[in-house]
């Protein structure tokens, strides 16, 4: 009976200890189930968190790369003026000096437009040298009559005279002579020689 008591006592024992060793390992399976659950929910809710961080970083050095952009002073624009440049005086022969020539369409004897810059640098030039006189020559190319090409010569001379006039110049100050193609400047039969002599001279006084 001793015996059969010792071993029901052990038994007992031993009942107990498995019993709470294996409710103790259920507990800590449980726990170290839960802490990954837990993980996994903190880590959801802080995900968003993060990217929302992350997106907010990516586009700040965008925004202030706008920003620098946009603060950018414009750049100034340059404005060119155009500025009358003086008349030349040149030397045509000895102690004669004149002004820029002009020169005008076969048959024709009205002033185009780049010889009227040239007339307005003539004109500055006259205002401020009152002292100065000016002859204006009338020349043309070789082709025509002796008579039909000193009345072109005359006509071109005193159109380019009109126009200093308008431009402020006084009359008096300017003569007129027409040459006709008796004096040109460019002695060959061509297109680019009869464009070089027709012409009109301004004789400086």
Request: proline share 5%; glycine share 4%.
């Amino acid at each position: 009976m001793k015996r059969l008591d010792r071993f029901l006592a052990v038994a007992t024992v031993f009942f107990f200890f498995v019993m709470g060793f294996g409710c103790a390992t259920t507990t800590v399976e449980r726990q170290e189930t839960r802490v990954p659950e837990k993980q996994a929910a903190i880590e959801q809710k802080a995900t968003p968190k993060e990217e929302t961080k992350i997106a907010e970083e990516t586009k700040k050095p965008a925004v202030e790369a706008t920003t620098t952009v946009e603060k950018k002073a414009p750049a100034e624009e340059t404005t060119t003026v155009a500025k009358v440049e003086p008349a030349a005086v040149k030397e045509v022969a000895p102690k004669i000096r004149a002004l820029e020539s002009i020169h005008f369409d076969f048959d024709k004897y009205n002033i185009r437009p780049p010889d009227r810059e040239i007339l307005a640098r003539h004109a500055e030039w006259l205002k401020n040298n009152k002292d100065a006189k000016v002859t204006i020559e009338g020349h043309c190319d070789e082709r025509g009559t002796v008579e039909y090409n000193l009345a072109l010569g005359e006509r071109r001379a005193n159109e380019a005279k009109k126009y200093l006039v308008s431009l402020g110049v006084e009359p008096e100050r300017i003569k007129t002579v027409s040459y006709g193609k008796e004096r040109p400047i460019d002695p060959r039969q061509n297109e680019e020689a009869w464009a070089k002599n027709r012409r009109a001279e301004f004789i400086i006084e």
